[in-house]
Every structure is written in structure tokens, then in C-alpha cells.
């Protein structure tokens, strides 16, 4: 544990109080001191406020009387180690010198907010100490020696220190004896337990000492109603009072009204348990038990109140007590079981995650839903035992599900905040998971912002601990509560679940609809996968769909089943389907689109747009040879269709199809190139009623299973055939990336320049277009010239950019086009100029500047790389004992391969690609013979292998290649070689002819085949 420090203001404050007292901290066993009051450096004769702090933290007991010494340490360790009330009377040095006196030091423990325990102690000067004087000497100098004594003990046996209310076991015999006297009066005897709520919160804002100023007065309020004596302070910020049922309710009222006056109003809301003494003749422990359950019945309203203790309550009393003593038996006996229900992947219908549930299925109390017993658990603070037996099962049905031939998906388990009291519950996770052999990314941790917004500061550092292990973590019921967008902007989580609440209230208006679907956009926008519980109808799924919601829970695919139900659906044939893990990061691209973002509108009409849709038509397609299927589509996409094509997609298939739109189509030849290279592409569809269809198309993910596309598509509007030049069509005569567009008056000099909102950046599909206008256009190039263009191609630039220039190559040929580079601080970048003229208004040309940095250098590699491939294909032809030979970039790991022989050809490698050592091990699986894999996997890998060239000058490996089906030694061999000012990682795989049938390192024992 680390040594907590004060804000400077709490030390300060306490440093600054004329009553001796301090605050220390138990750290590794030993106790360190942080603050000392100056009250506290007058009593013990510290005029250096250092060098009492120094003494304390390593001399405390230096002017102890020697034989009080080893009694007060064993009474501060036990405090601090055992929690309690420190309460020792002492001897030590008088300042004076002239012999000892006598202290009383009283102690008690406090936590900070991020659950560091305090203790803090205040010390009372009681008098001289007189050795060997009569008792009456003693009462005439009021020594504390009667404090070494039983009469100096009653009071701190028998009175609270702070508020002179009777203690516990004091206050528990005064009301057993006063409870017989109202009997037999004829009164109905009560006993209330009083919480000063948010006590914690209080003294952190105002300081302890104001809070402890507020306790006493509360103490006042409660004397002055019921009598000092049938009072008494519990502990920290609780009360009891004994007292009769008569005009009992009045009291109360009274005592919350003055409570809320204390202080000028700056005081805190009281909640009152009543415990009616007709309701049962119980002991007065059992009695204040019973009330302190009434009072914490009404917790979660943060209002002054009272409540009684009635039937209900005991019935509840008694529930909470059976399951408190009945759950390891439950454990044990697997009556509680655990349920598992599908999250399913919007996109694609398949089960992607699952949440583990309890069900406690009692053989006396019978079905027990989670709320009967985890609440209880959570209050008790042993629901740690429940939440690792869930996490043991999960365990347990992964390895079974693997086992069974089916894809394993992350399993979610929920933890409560009593969990991360009771144990390392993040090393006790870790340490189970990593037993089990299981990668820590199957294991979710779902967190409820309740319990975050309880504890900020600690509860962010758990689930920092748990991310930085591997472990995904949940916000679970986000919107149930006074959900604050705070949390997610301080605290980082993979995924918000929204309450099920929104589906109870999807049908109540448009307002709920709106507020899901900004949540979800706002949580796509942070990062952030969505997941919304409680969906029970096909109209809710389409609407979560069609907003982006990436994931969906609820009884409309199934209700929580136990493990046996999922394997018999499987063998029924009856199953949802898991997800292929390799398609995951797929689907999720594709699940994140939000089919209701109007961010894809940039300058269109918005008039001819409104006349047909209420929001931008937008679909998702999945490509395949050629032919298409439609993943996701909002309703304005399928009133577009049904308008245009007279096509009903409500009754669309799942097939592949080129029944909307042909093969061979321009649709398809867009979509087609769109799947190739990728580029976002505006473009043109002209309708049989003469108006023109404006599209935009982009790639949004690559299947790698089934190698399938998905490509968005968005209608940005419809135009009519009248209509004049608009942004969209600047945009589609020149390339869909581009840098800036210039719509130039060539008689005025007179522009109008399009851009992106950051300026200088490429416009994408998410941006809003925005546009500025400006004079002397070739003015105002030149002067952009002097501070973009390069040395080297200013001048031509500027040349080629003249009016008269342009004016002449477009009346020759129908587009203008210059190549320059562009400077970016001290980086250059390739620009292209673009220019041609309006067809319908031969004043105006449009002027498109594009980036085609990585077009050129992709150029300038791709030469590179086929002069390489020349050289080296003549290597491996020369050298005819090289079955192939592999160029690797050690740092960005891209590759190319050369082979010499059909033979190694047919294995089917990729001669070219990214993450070398991790494709090699994965190719290793299918070409290495299973005798030498594990060998394969454990010594080519990167490290090992530029590791061995630093120290040997190069690496060399044996083992066995299948080639034709027959395991056949090779040798592999790498060195470094230096490549202009890079270097570059050159591997060859030769046939072993001294092969002996082992696989081998230089340099380490054999092992055997």
C-alpha cells in the first residue's frame, strides 16, 4: 500500500486546530504520520512542527513512561491492524520537565473516497501525574492516575467520546431496564435506528471537524426529544433511541425539521427505522437489528424519512437470513445454477456474446430469481462467492464448448462493488482465467454505472487494472438511472449496454427513439460498441439495426437457458449459431453504421431531397462474384427502391442475387471497383422519369472467411432534370479524394473553393462540405504558391497556373493536368492539379487539387519491387538448391516471396504481404510436418530470430517441410543486409542433404523426431 497524501487544505486545516490531535496511517506494517495540529505540538513541547513529525514516525513513544510503553504499542497495533477504537490512558514527559502527566488518546478509523483507511486520534491533557500520593493528594491536584483506575474507565466504557450519548453496550441495558418500566407504565415501547446519510461525502467537502461538529448537534436534537439516556451513537454517523409508540410520529417530524435547520441548512437528511416492540418481544440487540433493516429499506431515496419494521419487512428479514446461511451449501450443491443468454450480433443474427445468470433453485424455498438473493449478497458483502462460482462455471462450459466442435464467444459475468471490498477480485479473475488456459479476451466484465458513480476514483483504477490485463470491460444498464455522460468521457469502456427500460418505452413516442439513437451514434462516435437489452418484438430488432445498435439481447431470440439447453439446440438443429471469431471484427465494422446519420448530407438541395425521403436512404451491401445481398437498410432506402425499381425489400431474401440490379449493371460496375481499390466514389444514376440519382458509395470491410465485401451506400438526392450545378456534381467530375475544389469565373477571376471542415484534409463521406469565395483566383494561387509549393517546382507552378495558360490547353484538349509537390512543414508531398470545363458554361472551369502522395510512392515501389523481383528471381534460379527466398522489412514486417520450384509454389503461400512471423506461424500449421511444429512455433519467431543474428551474424534452422505429402528436411537461413539507409531481413529455404531427421538450432541439443 502506498502512503496516502492529504489535500493541502485537509492538512492545513488540521494543522491549524488548537486541540492536539493527528492523523496517521498504517503502511506495511508500520505507522506514518500525516498531519499534526498545532495543539497537538503545545501539548507534547514541539516548537519544530518537523521534528515532530519526525519522532512520531520514528520515535512515537520516546518520552513514554517505561511502563506503559509495550501496553499502548500492543493497543495501537491491534487498532490498526484490527480496526476498532483505540481508547489507552498513558504517562509521558511533562513538558516542564518536572515529571509525567497524564493523557488520554482516543482513536477511530475513517476511509478516504478511494478506500485508503485513516485513523485519526485526539489526545486529552488530564493533570500531573503524582508517583505514590494518597488518594486525597490525587483529588486535590486532579491527577489522571484515577484514569489508570476503574473509575476513570466507566466514562470510556460507558459514554461515547464525541457526543456524551450513552455507548452501545451502556444504551442496550439502560433500554432493556427502561422497556420493563413502560410496560408496566401501559406504553407501547419502540426502538429507532437513525443513519445520517452521506456522512462520507460530508466530511470530504467540509473537513472532519465540521462533520463532527454536525454529529454532535444532531445528538442535541435527539437528547432534547427523547432524554440524554435513551439515546446512544451506534458508530460513526448512526444513532439508536428507545422510546414509547405516543405521539411518536410527531416527534419525528420535529426532530427532521430542526436536523435540517442545523448548521444554517448545510446538514444532511436523516432515515429512521422503527422497530414497534408489539410486532414481537425480542432482545434489544435484536430489536436495533430489525429497525437498522427498516432504516436501509429506504436507502436509495436520498430524503429525510422513517419507515417501520412490519410483516413484510420481516418476511424479507427472514428471506435475507436463509440465503446468508444457505449460500455455500448452495455452492456446493449447484442449487444455484447458472443460466446463459445470447447477445446477438445485429448484422448477422448470430450469438457473438453471452451474459452468465443466476438461478437459485432452493429445495425448501424453490425458484429464487436474482433479485430475491443478490441484493441480499451484495448488503452481506459476500456476493464474491457467487460472482468467482459463476466465473469458475463459465470455465468449465467454454472447455466444453470447445470441446463439442463449436465456436467459442466471450462470455460476460457481473460484479458488484462489495466485490472489490472483500478480495483482489481483478487478481483473483486474472489468476482463475489464466489456470483455465483461456485468453482473457473470452472473459467480459460487465459494471454498473452505479457502482462506478459510487467510488469514481477507485472504481477507475479497477477497471483500468482489468483492460490493461486483456479483460473487455462493460457498462451494464446505461439510461436506467442518472446516467452521466461524465463517466464515459473519464472512463474508458468497450461497450455500453442500454437498459432495457428504452425497449419498455419504444412504443410511448418519438422522444425515446430519438434519445436511443443519439446514444448509440454518441457511443460509435467515443469508440464505443452498443448492445440494448429487453428487445422482445421484430419492429424493435429493425429499428436497433437501422441506428447502428451493434448488438441485441432479449427474450425475442431466447430467454436464459442452462448449459444443457444450448448443446440440446444444437443437436436439435433448433440454435441461433455462434459467430466465427474470425468474422467478429468484420461484422463489427458493419454493425457500427448508423443508417441514421444525416452527417453524410454535404451541400445538396435540400428541397428536391424532402420531397420524396424524411431522412438520407442508406444501406449496407455484401458483394460476392459480382452479385450482391442487402445486409441493413433504413425505410427511406426502401421507399427508394420500391419508387424507383419497383422492388419490395421487405420480402428480400439472404441470397446473393443480381435481380435488383444486374451484374452488369453501372450500379454494380461502381460497386464492383469500390470492392477493388477501396476509394469512396460519388456518382450518377439517371431514372426513367429523367431525374438524376446522386450516390456515394464506400468500403467498409473485407470478410476473410468468406470473402465477401460490404460497402455503404447513401442516396444524397434526387435532382431533377432542370436542375443546375450543384456541389455533387463538382465532386463527381473530378476524383472522390481530394485536396481542395476551385469553381473559377475565368472572366471575373471570381471563386468559390470546397473544403473540408479541416481545412487541408481530405473530404470523406462523414464530413459536412463547406465552402468560402474569393477574388483574383491566379492572385491568390501564386500566393499559395509561395508557402505550399516546393523550391524546386514553384516556378513551373506558377506558370502553368495563369489564365491565359489554362485558357489554352483546355480550348485544345479537354482537361488540364500538372503534377507538383506540396509542403507539409518538412515533409513533401506529391499533389496533382486537375482542371476541365463546365460543359454547360464554358466561362466557368472546376479546379481539383488531389493528394497522390501514396499513388507515387506505391509507383516508385512497385518499379522497385519488380526490378528486385528480377534480380532475385535470377538468384533463385542460379542457385538451384533454394526452394524460395523471402525479403523482409523487420520493422513493418512487409514481405515478398520468390520461389524457384513448382513444387514449393504448390504449397500456396502468399509471396507478398503484411505481419511476416505471424503469417509464417499460421502457414506452419498446414506446410510443417506436426512432428516439428511445436519446435517451428517456438523458434521462428522474431525476436529469436534477429536476436541470434546480433550475436552469430546469422540464424539457421532444421526441420521438415511436407512437400508432395512427404516430410522433406530443410534448412532455413536468415541474415541482415543493408539496403541504402534501411536494412532488410533476407531468409532462404534450401533442401538439408545432411537432413537426419531432427530438427535442430546451432548451438542447442537436439530433438528427437
Known amino acids: ?73 500492543d493497543a495501537a497495533f491491534q487498532f490498526a491492524t484490527n480496526g476498532g477504537s483505540f481508547n489507552v490512558i498513558y504517562r509521558t514527559r511533562d513538558v516542564s520537565g518536572s515529571g509525567y502527566k497524564v493523557v488520554h488518546a482516543m482513536g477511530w478509523h475513517t476511509y478516504t473516497p478511494e478506500g485508503v483507511r485513516l485513523a485519526h486520534v485526539s489526545y486529552t491533557d488530564e493533570g500531573s501525574y503524582v508517583e505514590g500520593a494518597s488518594l486525597d493528594q490525587q483529588s486535590l491536584v486532579r491527577p489522571m492516575n484515577r484514569a489508570l483506575h476503574q473509575e476513570s474507565l466507566f466514562k470510556a466504557n460507558y459514554y461515547d467520546y464525541l457526543t456524551g450519548l450513552p455507548s452501545m453496550t451502556y444504551f442496550f441495558e439502560l433500554a432493556a431496564a427502561g422497556r420493563k418500566a413502560m410496560l408496566k407504565r401501559g406504553e407501547k415501547p419502540v426502538l429507532l435506528f437513525i443513519d445520517l446519510s452521506g456522512m462520507k461525502f460530508y466530511n470530504r467537502k467540509h473537513g472532519f471537524a465540521q462533520g463532527d461538529k454536525l454529529l454532535r448537534e444532531v445528538s442535541q436534537v435527539l437528547a432534547s426529544r427523547f432524554s440524554a439516556e435513551s439515546c446512544c451513537r451506534m458508530g460513526q454517523d448512526h444513532f439508536a433511541v428507545f422510546t414509547h409508540e405516543a405521539g411518536l410520529e410527531d416527534k419525528l417530524h420535529q426532530v427532521i425539521q430542526q436536523c435540517q435547520s442545523l448548521q444554517e441548512g448545510n446538514t444532511l437528511p436523516l432515515r429512521i427505522g422503527i422497530y414497534p416492540d408489539q410486532m414481537e418481544a425480542v432482545d434489544i440487540s435484536t430489536a436495533c437489528d430489525r429497525a437498522k433493516f427498516a432504516c436501509d429499506s429506504i436507502r436509495n431515496t436520498y430524503a429525510s424519512g422513517f419507515n417501520y419494521y412490519d410483516h413484510n419487512l420481516r418476511d424479507r428479514l427472514e428471506q435475507r437470513q436463509y440465503i446468508l446461511a444457505n449460500l455455500d451449501q448452495a455452492i456446493a450443491k449447484h442449487w444455484i445454477q447458472v443460466y446463459y443468454q445470447p447477445i446477438i450480433r445485429s448484422v448477422n443474427g448470430r450469438v457473438c456474446d453471452e451474459e452468465a445468470l443466476c438461478r437459485w433453485i432452493d429445495p425448501v424455498k424453490g425458484f429464487l430469481s436474482p433479485g430475491d438473493f443478490i441484493p441480499i449478497l451484495e448488503d452481506a458483502g459476500t456476493i464474491y462467492k457467487l460472482d468467482l462460482f459463476v466465473l469458475d462455471e463459465v470455465l468449465k462450459k467454454l472447455k466444453l464448448q470447445a470441446n463439442a466442435g463449436l465456436f467459442m464467444v466471450p462470455q460476460s459475468i457481473n460484479l458488484s462493488r462489495s466485490d ?454 535470377r538468384i533463385a534460379a542460379l542457385s538451384g538448391d533454394y526452394l524460395c527466398l523471402y525479403f523482409v522489412d523487420p520493422e513493418s514486417e512487409q514481405y515478398t516471396e520468390h520461389n524457384s520450384t513448382s513444387t514449393y509454389k504448390d504449397l500456396g503461400i502468399s509471396n507478398q504481404g503484411h505481419d511476416f512471423f505471424q503469417t509464417a506461424q499460421q502457414n506452419g500449421k498446414s506446410v510443417i510436418w506436426p512432428g516439428d511444429l511445436p519446435f517451428y512455433q517456438t523458434e521462428f519467431v522474431k525476436d529469436r530470430v534477429l536476436s541470434a543474428i546480433a550475436r552469430q551474424g546469422a540464424f539457421e534452422m532444421h526441420y521438415h517441410l511436407l512437400l508432395e505429402d512427404t516430410p522433406t528436411p530443410v534448412v532455413l537461413r536468415a541474415v541482415l543486409v543493408t539496403e541504402g539507409d534501411k536494412q532488410l531481413l533476407v531468409m532462404g529455404i534450401s533442401l538439408d542433404k545432411a537432413g537426419d531427421g531432427t530438427a535442430i538450432l546451432p548451438g542447442t541439443q537436439e530433438k528427437s523426431l
Open 420 to 873: 472489490f471490498d472483500a478480495c483482489d477480485i481483478v487478481e483473483e479473475i486474472r489468476s482463475r482465467v489464466d489456470s483455465a488456459g483461456l485468453p482473457r479476451e473470452m472473459i467480459t466484465i460487465e459494471i454498473t454505472e452505479s457502482i462506478v458513480g459510487g467510488d469514481f476514483a477507485f472504481m477507475k483504477a479497477q477497471i483500468g487494472k482489468f483492460r490493461a490485463l486483456g479483460f473487455p470491460v462493460w457498462m451494464d444498464d446505461f439510461g436506467s438511472g442518472y446516467s452521466s455522460l461524465e463517466v464515459l468521457q473519464s472512463i474508458q469502456f468497450d461497450l455500453i449496454k442500454l437498459d432495457m427500460g428504452f425497449m419498455k418505452r419504444f412504443h410511448e413516442g418519438e422522444k425515446n427513439r430519438i434519445i436511443l439513437t443519439e446514444l448509440v451514434k454518441m457511443a460509435t462516435s467515443l469508440g464505443i460498441d452498443t448492445v440494448c437489452e429487453g428487445v422482445e418484438t421484430p419492429e424493435q430488432v429493425r429499428f436497433l439495426q437501422e441506428i447502428g445498435c451493434s448488438k441485441l439481447q432479449g427474450f425475442h431470440f431466447t430467454p436464459p437457458i442452462p448449459l444443457n439447453k444450448v448443446f440440446e439446440r444444437y443437436k436439435k438443429g433448433i440454435q441461433i449459431g455462434f459467430e466465427n471469431p474470425q468474422e467478429s471484427d468484420y461484422y463489427e465494422q458493419i454493425g457500427r453504421v448508423n443508417l441514421y446519420d444525416l452527417s453524410v448530407v454535404t451541400n445538396e438541395s435540400e428541397g428536391a431531397f424532402s420531397r420524396f425521403f424524411n431522412t438520407i436512404p442508406m444501406a449496407i451491401v455484401e458483394v460476392q462474384d459480382g452479385k450482391c445481398r442487402f445486409l441493413r437498410s433504413n425505410h427511406s432506402y426502401r421507399e427508394f427502391v420500391y419508387r424507383f425499381f419497383d422492388h419490395d425489400m421487405t420480402q428480400e431474401d439472404n441470397d446473393f442475387t443480381d435481380q435488383l440490379f444486374g451484374s452488369k449493371s453501372s450500379f454494380m460496375a461502381m460497386v464492383n471497383r469500390c470492392c477493388d481499390n477501396g476509394k469512396r466514389t460519388f456518382f450518377d444514376e439517371k431514372m426513367a422519369d429523367g431525374s438524376t440519382i446522386h450516390s456515394f458509395i464506400r468500403r467498409i470491410g473485407y470478410n476473410p472467411v468468406t470473402g465477401t465485401t460490404a460497402v455503404a451506400i447513401a442516396v444524397l438526392s434526387v435532382r431533377d432534370s432542370d436542375e443546375g450545378l450543384t456541389y455533387a456534381g463538382i465532386a463527381r467530375a473530378l476524383a472522390s479524394d481530394f485536396y481542395n475544389i476551385y469553381y473559377v469565373d475565368l472572366d471575373t477571376e471570381r471563386y468559390i473553393e470546397y473544403i473540408s471542415p479541416h481545412e487541408g484534409g481530405t473530404l470523406t463521406a462523414d464530413d459536412m462540405a463547406m465552402e468560402r469565395q474569393g477574388e483574383d483566383f491566379f492572385a491568390f494561387t501564386r500566393q499559395q504558391a509561395q508557402l505550399q509549393v516546393c523550391d524546386a517546382d514553384r516556378d513551373a507552378f506558377c506558370n502553368a497556373l495563369t489564365r491565359e495558360n489554362l485558357t489554352r490547353v483546355l480550348d485544345e484538349n479537354s482537361s488540364f493536368h500538372f503534377s507538383y509537390r506540396h509542403m507539409e512543414g518538412d515533409r513533401l508531398a506529391y499533389m496533382d492539379v486537375k482542371a476541365i470545363r463546365v460543359p454547360t458554361d464554358q466561362r466557368h472551369i472546376i479546379i481539383a487539387i488531389s493528394n497522390v502522395d501514396d499513388m507515387v510512392k506505391q509507383r516508385e515501389a512497385f518499379d522497385r519491387i519488380r526490378q528486385e523481383q528480377i534480380a532475385y528471381s
Open 1 to 73: 500500500m502506498e502512503r496516502h497524501s492529504l489535500l493541502q487544505s485537509e492538512k492545513n486545516t488540521i494543522e491549524s486546530l488548537q486541540i492536539p490531535f493527528a492523523v496517521y496511517q498504517f503502511v506495511d506494517k508500520r505507522v506514518v504520520t500525516l498531519a499534526l495540529s498545532e495543539g497537538f505540538c503545545a501539548m507534547f513541547g514541539y516548537s519544530d512542527r518537523a521534528k515532530a513529525y519526525d519522532d512520531m514516525d520514528h520515535n512515537m513513544y520516546r518520552d513514554t513512561h517505561p511502563d506503559d510503553v509495550a501496553r499502548i504499542a
